[in-house]
């Protein structure tokens, strides 16, 4: 066996070869290194097809001729230290293809920073120079992060939530930090997501078509720039979910396509390599290399950016070798089947290492099937994600809400069908980024009525999402009620805030959030049936939900009601499990918030009325289109 030098063991290589070295990125790429007295950079390639391969870069001209590596053999990496090449310096991987003599410029897979698009180059840097503050949240981070705790999600992108008032341009990471951890914080929410921060060459693929898979975007500051906001958001006691995407990669010439000339990363095939709807490749995840790049990065961020979760994008795309594909257009697997057995290997793989390395750490599916068992254990034959996005859920809710309220009573099935499964999986409720683009409007837009009719229903939906069984999540301008469709290209209409009705859907969502995090009740059996029990969901005609949460720990509950119509209704009775007073802790439709201001007067007495298969019942009135909470007054 030959060995490159001491940077790479001979243990590094054979941890490569058996596809098991998850802290890869500690010996691929670019390394700033002290060899003999000269320091310089270590260069490693994965490139077993390369005829050669050399360095370029603004450090020698991009000359090709100036700095070749040398191949460790039998392995496929080529490797070399050039002297005098330190932090900033720009470059790339020049590498001639052995098999058909391409001449390729590639960026590095394992770079950490990389210039500004439309330039292409990586950047030598190191990762070390950053002294992080969060140990209080790192180590409070297990509490906070599993099935039985308030999990409430602002999903974000950092190009668009806020710009500069002067041109209209991109918020730096540091610039940003301190505004959306205030924001985020004083919303309540527990955690922020990131669309994908990786660096990607085209602002319109909101980074889900990533190029520098261990590159935080240059777009808003350097690697230590993007460890403060983490930072930031953590030292105010918000977690931080990442957007990765192992699904797919983009095809342009300086990235993972064709690295070495040869289909690297991807299938070779374009029935199992090309996503036709996207313009992308898909990886090879069966190939040993391949599978542990993205094991690696899906590590690198838990442990190098202290990221709290991961959230994998798209997949359904990776589930099925027939997804979005017609008839001939695909490959069955070894048994004749749709399933992509190799995908469905790596996604459990990723599961199960990311919960034995990090078991406080969360991972999410985004997965739009009925995939049975996606977050269940891999031990039970699961995939192992922490929790699934509830797509059903959403489109069901949605289109609900969308109606008319005088045609309600003939839908009313699409409100109560989410309980039938609502068990099945660990679930996460999502009004995302992707209910909002593409033409279909904003989410407010999307409510029937005039002006206040349409805060109601937003209001109404939103009381609807947060007593539902399930944890929360609400892309960013949802919770003021942005009138216009996302645009990644221009910041939130923040401006809308000095109207009282946005001034109020505001408020609401942030008193959900802060009864959530306060009301066990509403999120300790978010994934068990004894936290949830309807007190009536058969009546349809007056288009009313009612139903009871419960908590483990105390055994206090919550009953909701909710009235999807704006009509008032007076002296409804309502049946509840117990005797004494009960308080109305929320009312959608008070003054503060943009209602009307009908309610109960700070709650009800109950009495020895049995009403919906209740021993008790309150006489209340039900404001018009508006969720209320009651809970029983102790003492």
Request: net charge negative; charged share 20%.
């Amino acid at each position: 066996m030959t060995t490159s030098n001491d940077f790479i063991s001979d243990y590094d290589l054979y941890l490569l070869a058996e596809g098991t070295h998850y802290r890869s990125w500690e010996k691929l790429g670019a390394h700033i290194v002290n060899t003999g007295g000269r320091e310089g950079t270590y260069f490693t390639v994965w490139a077993p097809n390369a005829e050669k391969v050399s360095v370029i870069g603004d450090f020698n001209g991009w000359n090709e001729m100036a700095n070749p590596l040398k191949r460790i053999k039998d392995f496929g990496y080529w490797h070399g230290f050039v002297a005098g090449v330190g932090k900033g310096a720009l470059y790339k991987y020049a590498i001639t293809s052995r098999l058909h003599n391409f001449h390729l410029e590639k960026t590095d897979p394992y770079a950490f920073f990389c210039e500004i698009r439309p330039a292409s180059a990586s950047v030598v840097w190191d990762l070390d120079g950053y002294v992080w503050q969060d140990s209080g949240w790192m180590e409070a981070r297990a509490d906070r992060q599993h099935h039985e705790a308030p999990i409430s999600i602002y999903e974000l992108h950092l190009g668009s939530w806020m710009r500069r008032d002067d041109d209209g341009g991109w918020l730096s990471y540091r610039e940003v930090a301190e505004k959306i951890a205030e924001y985020v914080s004083g919303m309540g929410f527990t955690h922020v997501e990131l669309l994908p921060v990786n660096e990607h060459p085209f602002d319109g693929s909101w980074g889900y078509q990533t190029i520098g898979y261990f590159a935080p975007t240059s777009r808003f500051g350097t690697p230590e720039d993007f460890k403060y906001l983490v930072d930031t958001l953590h030292r105010c006691n918000v977690g931080v979910v990442l957007d990765w995407v192992p699904a797919h990669f983009p095809r342009d010439g300086h990235g993972l396509g064709l690295f070495d000339g040869t289909h690297l990363y991807e299938h070779a095939d374009p029935r199992q390599g090309e996503h036709k709807d996207w313009g992308t490749y898909i990886f090879n995840y069966g190939r040993t290399e391949v599978a542990q790049f993205l094991l690696a990065n899906a590590l690198f961020w838990l442990e190098i950016y202290h990221i709290d979760g991961l959230r994998v994008d798209a997949v359904a795309s990776m589930l099925y070798l027939d997804y979005s594909r017609k008839e001939g257009e695909w490959i069955p697997n070894c048994y004749g089947g749709r399933e992509n057995l190799e995908a469905i290997g790596f996604l459990k793989r990723f599961n199960e290492l990311v919960y034995q390395e990090h078991p406080d750490a969360m991972t999410f599916a985004e997965e739009s099937t009925s995939y049975p068992m996606v977050s269940r254990p891999t031990y039970l034959g699961g995939l192992g994600f922490g929790f699934k996005w509830n797509m059903g859920w959403m489109h069901d809710t949605l289109a609900y809400m969308s109606n008319d309220p005088i045609h309600r009573s003939y839908h009313h099935h699409r409100l109560t069908f989410s309980l039938l499964y609502a068990y099945h999986e660990n679930f996460i409720l999502p009004f995302s980024h992707d209910e909002v683009v593409h033409g279909k409007g904003s989410l407010i837009g999307k409510m029937p009525g005039d002006h206040w009719r349409k805060f109601a229903n937003l209001r109404l939906l939103f009381g609807y999402m947060f007593t539902h069984p399930g944890k929360k999540l609400l892309f960013m301008g949802c919770e003021f009620g942005q009138w216009t469709e996302w645009n990644h290209d221009a910041g939130l209409d923040w401006a809308l805030l000095q109207f009282p009705m946005h001034q109020g859907l505001q408020r609401w969502v942030r008193d959900l959030n802060t009864l959530l995090r306060g009301e066990p009740a509403l999120y300790e059996l978010d994934d068990e049936p004894g936290g949830f029990s309807w007190i009536d969901c058969n009546d349809s005609q007056q288009s009313i939900l009612s139903f009871t949460r419960r908590s483990r720990s105390s055994g206090d509950m919550v009953v909701c009601i909710g009235n999807f119509t704006p009509v008032v209704r007076h002296n409804y009775r309502l049946g509840v499990p117990e005797m004494g007073f009960w308080e109305e802790v929320l009312n959608g439709d008070a003054l503060l918030y943009g209602g009307s201001g009908q309610g109960n007067f700070g709650g009800r007495e109950a009495t020895p009325e049995s009403v919906h298969g209740q021993p008790y019942s309150l006489n209340v009135t039900l404001p018009p289109l508006a969720m209320m909470i009651f809970r029983l007054k102790q003492g």
